[in-house]
């Protein structure tokens, strides 16, 4: 079955704790990239990968790092993580349906507290 | 300011009726999609219209696009307490290497 994945699904931690998020897809698709979503503010872009090695910052990218050394693989780290990164993040990868044209998948969604 | 505002923020129709969600942008797209998202889940991939196209159907769903207007809506017509959910349209730039722009959302309520 084709799909997104995530883990952990749910994490509750303590400022300055160093997590990962991780996220995989099995469709081969080359563009991948994380989002956070906040009451009131929408799906606001956090990181992108065009392809494997090849990462830029979204919208929001301020406390986070991401990785692509694989298609497959792309987990977003907290080095450390502060109240104001509470929130719930989707990973989505993308599927290109045309000229310019893409369709997102998106993962189940992590939903983050930090205390 | 954001790029794709929905409109209204909040609707609630008995079941049967037609629900009508609206879409403005601001600058020059290559498409824009529509999102759904059930409480506390990912997005689903609804429907694409390209920037030439002006009317779109999927089953129930009817999308139209005015670039002169730069707007957009969705029909879900009969609706069902299962449409209940938010929905979100998104723009895909001209130039803008696949990145989407989400809009706020909608958060549609279909009463049985």
């Known amino acids: 079955e084709a799909q997104v994945t995530q883990n952990p699904r749910y994490l509750i931690t303590v400022t300055g704790k160093k997590l990962t998020v991780t996220c995989s897809q099995n469709m081969n698709h080359e563009y991948m990239s994380w989002y956070r979503q906040d009451p009131g503010l929408g799906l606001r872009q956090i990181y992108y990968s065009m392809n494997v090695e090849v990462t830029d910052k979204g919208d929001v990218p301020e406390g986070y790092k991401v990785s692509r050394k694989e298609k497959r693989n792309f987990p977003l780290i907290l080095e450390s993580p502060s109240p104001n990164q509470t929130s719930l993040y989707f990973c989505?990868?993308?599927?290109?349906?045309?000229?310019?044209?893409?369709?997102?998948?998106f993962g189940p969604g992590t939903r983050l507290t930090v205390t | 300011s954001q790029q794709g505002e929905e409109d209204p923020q909040a609707l609630s129709i008995q079941e049967g009726e037609n629900a009508t969600m609206n879409c403005s942008y601001k600058t020059s797209i290559n498409n824009l999609q529509w999102y759904r998202q059930n409480s506390g889940r990912g997005l689903v991939h609804l429907i694409l219209i390209r920037s030439n196209e002006r009317e779109k159907h999927s089953g129930r769903l009817r999308v139209t696009l005015d670039t002169s207007k730069k707007s957009s809506s969705l029909l879900i017509t009969a609706s069902r307490a299962a449409d209940t959910a938010s929905y979100f349209c998104?723009?895909?730039?001209?130039?803008?290497?696949?990145?989407?722009?989400f809009g706020k959302g909608i958060t549609l309520s279909v009463r049985p």
């Open positions: 989505a990868s993308s599927r290109p349906i045309g000229t310019g044209s893409y369709e997102q998948y």
């Open positions: 998104a723009t895909l730039l001209t130039g803008a290497n696949s990145k989407l722009t």
